[in-house]
């Protein structure tokens, strides 16, 4: 029936597991009284350069940890305790911290990025394609020290510090646990991690700050983490973005791609929020968020970025549309391909590829839905790894036989 299909069709992703996010915002009243705080400049390590790390002993109590958790009280809100996990030699003496509770400790513990030891052989190097840069407006940002191209691996680190996402602890209590976990890294890692943006700049708080001003997020074990990589810190923000990133919660690595070519010396940047949003969803959630005010070419040309944006939206509710009436057709996801691709959208193109995969399926050409399943699933796992609620298999499925697909003939006497 016309229900069951409906149900079965495929849905735009919300971007929630990848946003920034922070732990941070029901304090920042709070924080903002606090003082003021400049940061100290340092010179960013090579992880190559690290000094060996006390590594885990195999027989110690708290193993595979370094050091011995330090513990919250219960707190109310998860009935368990949050404690500091550090491991100081971690993916080749990188070193990790994680804020949590004893149960996800043990989680965390059991993840290949604990238990595989080739887990991060070419993760943590710095590549050749990029350069740090101050940059007029947006303080330090990534720039291509070569030419790039699509899907060049850009950057691909795991993070220093995570921490159990909650809203419970004082701002003064969480402060004293996060430095504790941050203290707890190699020194290179720690003066690393101080040196990075921060929001308000309040000596007391700086640990937090830090988070605020770059932390990802990491879900293991259904808990989400904040998430702090400190290299991958310096990408700043672009409503078009020249690259994009992924999250693999298994190996706890993040991972950025271009999406498009980049000149040297150009700017690469990501987004920080879903760039599948109007311009003042956009402004505000940066501004809440990031305390800036983002001046990309799709802020500043607002009115026509949410009229396209609008007729986009138009465009995949047809092609969404399985009644009989439906104005879905390939022709229209095509048009809607070339629509994202001219608004600089070339990361976020699962959307289209897997409308396009759809349309062509619908009306029994197989080729193109195969084509475009194939496109659908690659931009897919750049940007939502293989976790991204369901919609890789839409795609295996598809790849897998077309013909058998629910999509497959769909709408075929109205468009062949
Ligand atoms: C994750 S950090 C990015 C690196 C940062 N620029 C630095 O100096 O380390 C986020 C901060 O960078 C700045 N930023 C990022 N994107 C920006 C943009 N498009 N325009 C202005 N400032 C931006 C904001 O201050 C934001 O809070």
Redesign the pocket.
Known sequence: SQLALRQQCWHENTFLSVNFLSSADKNAQLVEYLGTYISPSSSLPSPSLLRVQPQPEADSEYFPWTHPPICTDILQSINDKLCVYTNSSFANNRGISIFTTPKLSTSFANLPAFQDPTAHADININSDMWITAELP?????MTASRPLTFKDRITAYTPLFLAFMESELSTMEREKFWSTAIQRLPMEMHNMYLN??K?YRIESVKYQDVVK??AFQVEVDGANHLALFPET??????CAPSAQYVIDPEFLTHTVHATRPIEKGEEITIAYTSPLTPTPERQSLLKSG???T???ARCTNASKTDATFASMQTMQAALNDWSSTSKGSPQLAEQLLQMYRDEGLEGFMDVPYGFAALAWNAVGRADKALEYAALAKEAVLLKDWKGASGSLNIWEELLEDCRTHWSWNLRPARWV
């Open positions: 407006g947006r303080g330090i940002g990075l943006a929001v001003a770059n810190s310096r990408f700043n923000h672009d990031f305390h800036f983002c001046t990309c």
